[in-house]
């Protein structure tokens, strides 16, 4: 296991397109995060998952986009109808309990740009 | 509702210099801290915990709820720390954290 990975690292796409990034966790963790990161700014939540369970999402998270984690492994972010301002570093995480006690392990990242 | 500000965009320091990177919070119960660091071209991982109370890579972090603060900080500065650093907070089991928004630390030889 080599850790978080994630799928593309770039993606480029026109306004309007669907996009749809996955993440592959650490095979033991039961919690998978996403953050959406931009530039200058530190990550900011999008949703979270413990096992095939959305736990929680974030107001950022409009109905654009919609995420999933259907056996409790890997996990799928989609963007419908894509708008410029989606543009951003989308990071996933897992950890294998909370974060207090474990911290987060980061994938590299997709980067989305938006033309 | 929790927010995290890191004051300083960029910190520059020389080599063998102190740093310290501050980080203040919001959040009216009982936070747990935390350190992220970035270096060039790699992913962001956990530098340290403050309910570890301990030392990585030289760096000490301590949590003060009166000052509502955890800063971190380094005696001797190595060219090697230059990254970035963000703050992190997790509610009392909570489930997600929140970042600030990140210091860019440079060290000069």
């Known amino acids: 296991d080599t850790g978080v990975s994630q799928d593309p690292r770039h993606k480029i796409t026109k306004r309007g397109q669907n996009v749809t990034f996955r993440c592959d966790p650490i095979s033991e963790h039961n919690r998978l995060y996403w953050y959406r990161q931009t530039l200058g700014q530190g990550p900011e939540f999008l949703t979270y998952f413990q096992n095939e369970a959305q736990l929680e999402k974030s107001r950022l998270l409009s109905d654009r986009f919609s995420a999933e984690r259907p056996k409790g492994s890997f996990s799928t972010l989609e963007i419908q109808r894509t708008e410029q301002g989606d543009s951003a570093m989308y990071l996933c995480?897992?950890?294998?309990?909370?974060?207090?006690?474990?911290?987060?392990?980061f994938g590299s990242g997709t980067r989305l740009t938006v033309v | 509702a929790q927010r995290v500000t890191q004051p300083e965009k960029l910190l520059s320091v020389f080599k063998g210099a102190p740093v310290e990177l501050k980080c203040n919070y919001s959040?009216?119960?009982?936070?747990?801290l935390f350190w992220y660091v970035q270096y060039s071209r790699q992913r962001l991982q956990l530098l340290l915990r403050?309910?570890s109370r301990e030392s990585i890579k030289g760096f000490t972090a301590d949590l003060n709820k009166g000052e509502t603060s955890f800063h971190l900080k380094k005696p001797f500065a190595q060219e090697e720390d230059s990254a970035m650093y963000y703050c992190a907070l997790n509610k009392a089991a909570g489930n997600k954290l929140t970042f600030g928004g990140g210091t860019r630390v440079l060290v000069k030889p």
């Open positions: 403050h309910i």
């Open positions: 959040y009216s119960g009982s936070p747990e």
């Open positions: 995480a897992s950890s294998p309990g909370t974060a207090n006690n474990y911290g987060y392990t």
